[in-house]
């Protein structure tokens, strides 16, 4: 059982959902919709931005809104933050991430779909929405393959703002084709991904079946979201725990919150924290304000440490048990996908690297193959340089200590992607680790 499924006194099986596609297709007001359908947001609130939307001459927002709930977002109609929210099927208890489909928050994307056991893909059918978003440079593209290489296994598609092309089956089957090549090639088993024709605004297919698709068959959005299946917890593995935050709380001590990965945390145990090989004995596990004995996978918890100072600790470490510490890499190889880059990339460069909860400068020491994205055949070895497009196996070296492991053994920390000036460059798994040696 989950921490928030324990915490909501529900009995049902976890999954946390992120959302994700290109600017514009409409997945806030999809979801704003959604929740309200189901009764998790109150009719009131709608009301209120109904009014609010209305003075601005923006009235189609005002689903939107209740996912958007900053002013500044509000006023951009952009969705910047991750929101975070709740909600009930009749199978699961879920976690929504809406994910920032606007290109400067591909950042926020990569630590949202880092958390996610499932996504929803929203795909505008609308003429020219479809087409700029399955483009080299849409979204629809980078977002769906960003999922799989964060470790979204589960993906389901709405295929959204079906009104605007009269509820056309051939627009729709057009669609469906389309995104179904771009998430085959990703990686997908396409036999497994529900798509569903909706409309937003008008409410088709989301929680009751529209009559204006009598040629869809299939699922609602909500029937689709129970088709999902739960992901094992990945128990047997070695406890890790990357650390989000870090408080002193008075009367208590120090504190690490975080999402424990793998393994299990029971209240007695010492663990380590890497890089900076720090142990401390835990005397209380709480979830959602709820004291639990131990913590397993998808627990998100803050865990009070005995014998370690506030100051130790920070965002981006790993907490281990002390037999099977976090692994701190010296180099490591991996096998990444160049996702967008003005020029070349070649041996030398330094970006950023994202993993976990971690961000710590990296540099490109060489590229040791250049593969073909779509088999992962090697086409060249020891190229001078990769561009946009390419796929490759790279050695790095993190510039600061850094805990990362193998995707062979842990995959929850065998993930990272690449950053430079804001955006993400390449997105990869990790093949191989040099270990550094620990004092």
């Known amino acids: 059982m989950s921490s928030a499924g324990r915490a909501s006194g529900s009995k049902k099986p976890h999954l946390n959902l992120v959302v994700i596609g290109h600017v514009d297709h409409g997945k806030s007001t999809l979801m704003g919709r959604f929740l309200y359908e189901i009764g998790a947001v109150d009719e009131r609130i709608i009301r209120e931005y109904e009014e609010e939307a209305k003075k601005l001459g923006r009235e189609t927002w005002k689903f939107a809104w209740v996912l958007d709930k900053l002013k500044e977002e509000r006023e951009r109609g952009l969705t910047i933050d991750l929101g975070f929210y709740k909600f009930e099927t009749r199978k699961y208890f879920f976690t929504l991430i809406d994910a920032p489909g606007h290109r400067d928050f591909v950042k926020n994307m990569v630590t949202g779909a880092s958390q996610a056991d499932c996504a929803l893909l929203v795909v505008s059918a609308k003429e020219g929405e479809y087409e700029a978003g399955i483009s080299p440079g849409g979204q629809t593209r980078e977002h769906a393959f960003l999922a799989k290489t964060m470790g979204v296994d589960q993906i389901m598609v709405a295929i959204n703002k079906m009104d605007t092309v009269n509820y056309s089956q051939e627009r729709y089957e057009e669609v469906r084709r389309g995104v179904a090549r771009l998430l085959r090639m990703v990686g997908y088993n396409i036999n497994k991904v529900q798509f569903v024709p909706t409309s937003a605004w008008y409410g088709d297919n989301i929680t009751k079946r529209s009559d204006k698709t009598p040629w869809y068959k299939g699922p609602t959005l909500l029937e689709a979201f129970d088709m999902f299946e739960e992901p094992p917890r990945p128990i047997d593995k070695p406890l890790r725990i990357p650390v989000q935050d870090v408080y002193s709380i008075r009367g208590v001590g120090t504190v690490p919150v975080g999402r424990v990965e793998t393994g299990v945390l029971k209240v007695g145990d010492v663990v380590v924290f890497m890089p900076p090989n720090v142990k401390g004995e835990v005397k209380s596990i709480e979830t959602h304000h709820v004291r639990i004995e131990q913590a397993i996978p998808g627990d998100n918890i803050g865990f009070n440490v005995k014998g370690v100072e506030r100051s130790a600790l920070r965002r981006g470490y790993v907490a281990g048990h002390p037999d099977k510490p976090p692994t701190v890499a010296e180099e490591f190889v991996g096998r990444i996908f160049v996702l967008y880059h003005p020029t070349a990339i070649a041996a030398g460069y330094t970006p950023v690297l994202h993993v976990h909860t971690a961000t710590v400068p990296v540099r490109f020491v ?53 950053r430079d000036s804001g955006r993400t460059i390449a997105a990869g798994v990790v093949i191989d680790i040099k270990p550094m040696e620990i004092k």
């Open 366 to 418: 060489a590229i040791e193959k250049k593969l073909d994205p779509r088999t992962g055949a090697t086409v060249e070895e020891n190229p001078s340089f990769i561009k946009q497009g390419d796929a490759a196996v790279v050695r790095f070296k993190p510039l600061k200590p850094v805990v990362i492991e193998k995707y062979s053994e842990i995959p929850q920390l065998g993930r990272f992607a690449v």
